[in-house]
């Protein structure tokens, strides 16, 4: 068990040994909530607005299929010129 002081600034220090067992890096943020009588601090990732779509509900679900499709051998090419692309597509 590690102990750790609050500071002037409400501030508190993670112990290295946690901060290491948890793979924190200066800069990283934590999610502060209260679990009963305790404080729970989660690592959290923040996304660049610009990237936000990316993590949405639809596109990872697509992101799921296409590695499903990768995995079950479902792939066309890869294509030696984009004209047999083309043909490959209007086949389809």
Not at 42 to 66: M, N, S, V, Y
Request: charged share 35%; glycine share 8%; hydrophobic share 35%.
């Amino acid at each position: 068990m590690s102990i750790t002081k609050i500071g002037p600034k409400h501030q508190i220090t993670i112990p290295n040994e946690l901060f290491r067992e948890l793979g924190l890096e200066v800069g990283d943020y934590v999610e502060a909530t209260v679990d009963g009588n305790a404080i729970r601090l989660i690592p959290k990732k923040l996304i660049p607005k610009d990237q936000a779509w990316f993590w949405t509900k639809e596109w990872q679900e697509g992101e799921r299929k296409a590695q499903d499709d990768i995995a079950e051998g479902r792939l066309s090419g890869p294509f030696e010129t984009p004209e047999d692309l083309l043909r490959h597509l209007h086949k389809k």
